[in-house]
């Protein structure tokens, strides 16, 4: 009866509960089996993942061999790596063969440096006050007020006060303090090499803080470093950078001079990262192999499947052009492929445009099937969409069966609570008889009334 509470063997004589339970699980049989087969689907779903894993890494390692940039690359080698280092900036534009690389001169920054200086850092430099204003590379970057009396802040008048102020006001200046042993001094560098890159520093207000430190345009002893473009001579030609790095010197090529002298730069083919695309692409084929034999073998997640038996032969088929090269061996027991390296150094030695147009009939046989394995209406697409039907119509099974043993078994609890109430009412009337009559031999016992 609806909002009734009824406790299983609450009299003692009927436990209905462990009926219910052995009825539950007798019911749910096939429920179990059910889920079996969905967990088999689930294992088959995650082996062709993993096969789509294997695929797309092989599709990368093909998309990198086929590029044409890897049968193009150079390398650089320098005679003499002090005087100058060299890297390979345009693999189109460099020129193999070697020339000469003379450096001149290195380029350096402007750099000013005081005649004197101070031996405290708290005292005032100037004895009396001006303005100082700095130009570098021809324009004015900082016009600095200083004064003589340390106890204003409003303008700066220690040596360290002065420089931090010409740092505060650009970023094309470097002021800093240098000990000498003896005094404090101020140093001004620029912070780009090249010849345009100078430093000029004058008295344009008055005041003696220029004198104080013999610095400036009036003091040239105080101009320390000159700023100076590098200079290089390639095939009999003066070069000049703002730097010590060179773009275009040789073309393709990036020069960074170090030292006078001269180094021989030479531009060869590298081939050294075709060869390895080459190695990985055919590694990333053995692995599919690999995968196939295992996972379609007899103990396999896709045992006995042929569809990515099909797909292995249908990849090794458009290898042609590179057998046809003469550029593999197969391993008959694994089915692995092999390169044949001295076959491959051979071409690349003697005929480069061979070996191109191996890989563009490479690109032409395989380019399109790997993309049809990697759209989701191909093959592996395909299989993976009908699993995922099989696992889908296995759920709505599962959930609708679930359903009617749930039904099921609740109507038998309802039936076997009706059978726990007669047996209660049957233990109430024996109560009754036996009080009056005291144990009537003619009434059944319990074990009569369950049996009945």
Not at 143 to 164: F, G, R
Not at 194 to 221: C, F, H, M, P, R
Not at 359 to 365: A, G, P, R, T, V
Not at 401 to 409: F, R
């Amino acid at each position: 009866m609806a909002g009734e509470l009824y406790v299983s063997n609450l009299a003692g004589t009927f436990d209905y509960q462990t009926i219910l339970e052995a009825y539950y699980q007798a019911q749910m049989q096939p429920v179990l089996y059910l889920q079996q087969q969905e967990d088999a689907i689930n294992t088959k779903i995650s082996a062709v993942n993993d096969f789509e894993t294997k695929i797309e890494a092989f599709y990368e390692k093909f998309d990198t061999l086929i590029s044409g940039d890897l049968l193009n690359d150079k390398q650089v080698s320098v005679s003499n790596e002090n005087v100058l280092s060299a890297s390979v900036t345009d693999a189109d534009k460099a020129v193999t063969g070697s020339v000469d690389v003379t450096v001149n001169q290195l380029a350096q920054n402007d750099v000013w440096l005081s005649q004197a200086g101070v031996s405290d850092l708290d005292s005032a430099v100037a004895t009396a006050a001006g303005t100082i204003q700095i130009t570098y590379a021809g324009n004015v970057v900082a016009t600095i007020d200083y004064d003589t009396d340390t106890t204003d802040a409003a303008n700066p008048s220690t040596l360290k006060e002065i420089a931090d102020a010409i740092n505060n006001a650009q970023d094309k200046v470097k002021a800093s303090i240098i000990y000498d042993g003896t005094s404090y001094r101020l140093l001004l560098s620029g912070v780009d090499t090249g010849a345009d890159n100078t430093i000029s520093i004058s008295e344009v207000g008055g005041g003696d803080l220029l004198d104080k430190l013999q610095l400036g345009d009036n003091y040239s002893a105080s101009h320390v470093q000159t700023a100076q473009d590098a200079e290089i001579t390639v095939y009999g030609t003066t070069i000049t950078s703002s730097t010590n790095t060179f773009t275009d010197a040789i073309p393709g090529v990036e020069l960074t001079v170090k030292e006078l002298g001269t180094a021989n730069v030479s531009i060869s083919q590298d081939y050294s990262k075709f060869e390895s695309a080459l190695e990985d692409f055919i590694s990333a084929y053995n692995d599919i192999v690999d995968f196939v034999q295992t996972e379609t073998g007899k103990d396999g997640r896709l045992s006995g499947n042929s569809t990515l038996q099909m797909i292995r032969s249908s990849i090794l088929s458009r290898l042609q052009p590179l057998f046809n090269a003469n550029l593999l061996d197969v391993d008959k027991d694994t089915g692995h492929l092999s390169l044949k390296t001295d076959v491959l150094d051979s071409i690349l030695s003697s005929n480069p445009s061979e070996m191109e147009n191996v890989i563009s009939d490479l690109k032409s046989e395989l380019y399109d099937y790997l993309i049809l394995l990697k759209d989701p209406t191909g093959p592996i697409g395909s299989m993976e969409k009908s699993l995922e039907n099989q696992k889908e119509a296995l759920d709505d099974q599962i959930e609708e069966m679930k359903k009617l043993v749930n039904d099921q078994i609740e109507n038998f609890r309802q039936q076997l609570i009706q059978v726990q109430l007669l047996q209660e009412q049957m233990a109430e009337i024996r109560a009754k008889l036996t009080s009056v009559f005291g144990t009537p031999s003619l009434l059944p016992t319990t074990n009569d009334v369950s049996a009945g």
